[in-house]
């Protein structure tokens, strides 16, 4: 078997912008592209954490993604999720690109939510909330300032040190005019003002129960939930839910992973029924709501990372 070439990170950055991300992901969906074709995420336990299995296919290529999810690592010094992308034609199925997994996933999440957030955020934005300090943070900001102008961008982490590291990394982007960035704690009193003042909040964390109050969220703006994939955890409650206008990548997919969704239905706060998808926004068939809040939940599907992939390879 030939010997596939390998892709680092630093050449999947250079070979593709976020915004150009967001183009790709926003184009497969306009042609048609079929979500609900990807095949079941696997996940399976191992060690003090889990392995996770994500493959796709269309009629060019085949992929596989494989990540670990470590708890435990920050504490090493190492990432907490960690992947390898291995690409292939469809014809042969022979490995012909290997690509870091983590890179892809940096990619394509911020990418995604990015089709969203230009679809359900208002035309002016002009402060925006982050929750969470990983590299999630940070790549949807980025995703965010290539669609809005966004002058002002609070982070807020469990932890001090953490939130104003990676205000700081906020700061350090480009190309984007002047940047007012600002680092507060979860118990900050200051965090509900600024939520409150936001017309986009971004949750990129790994709680389990919700990172923001219910009626934090003004009407209109939009909020983009991607922390969590397991049906028993959330980052949003059931007061939000129920009173916002709900999107997410693929129905099915959402019913087994989308936490956030799954608690807030089975409470009765909302139904299922009235949730919309990430196609519908872009083919037109839903519209942002300005008479109360937008949720984005996405729990990342296979079809995205693909998407990425091969156009990375190809370049």
Not at 143 to 151: E, G, K, M
Not at 175 to 192: I, N
């Amino acid at each position: 078997m030939p010997q596939p070439r390998w892709v680092d990170a630093a050449t999947v950055r250079r070979s593709l912008s976020p915004d150009r991300a967001r183009r790709l992901v926003r184009q497969a969906l306009a042609d048609g592209l079929d979500p609900s074709a990807d095949p079941l995420r696997q996940a399976v336990p191992a060690g003090d954490g889990q392995l996770l299995v994500m493959p796709s296919a269309n009629r060019r290529a085949a992929g596989v993604k494989v990540l670990s999810v470590a708890p435990g690592n920050p504490a090493r010094d190492l990432e907490r999720i960690q992947a390898v992308y291995v690409l292939m034609d469809t014809e042969t199925l022979t490995p012909s690109v290997l690509i870091d997994g983590s890179a892809v996933t940096s990619l394509r999440t911020p990418a995604v939510s990015a089709v969203a957030m230009e679809a359900l955020a208002p035309a002016v934005v002009d402060a925006a909330v982050v929750f969470g300090t990983g590299p999630q943070a940070v790549g949807h900001v980025e995703a965010l300032l290539a669609i809005r102008h966004t002058p002002s961008v609070t982070v807020v982490g469990r932890r001090g040190e953490a939130a104003r590291a990676t205000a700081q990394r906020v700061s350090s982007l480009t190309g984007h005019g002047r940047l007012d960035v600002r680092a507060l704690t979860v118990d900050d009193d200051a965090v509900e003002d600024a939520v409150r003042a936001a017309q986009v909040v971004v949750t990129a964390t790994s709680a389990a129960t919700p990172v923001l109050g219910d009626d934090w969220v003004a009407d209109g703006a939009c909020v983009v939930a991607i922390g969590s994939h397991e049906a028993h955890r959330r980052e949003l409650g059931s007061g939000l839910l129920g009173r916002s206008l709900v999107v997410v990548e693929d129905l099915a997919t959402a019913h087994r992973e989308a936490g956030d969704v799954i608690l807030a239905a089975a409470q009765g706060a909302m139904d299922w029924d009235d949730v919309h998808t990430l196609q519908d926004l872009v083919l037109g068939r839903v519209e942002r709501a300005s008479d109360r809040p937008n949720v984005f939940k996405s729990v990342g599907m296979a079809w995205q990372d693909l998407v990425i992939a091969e156009h990375v390879a190809r370049h």
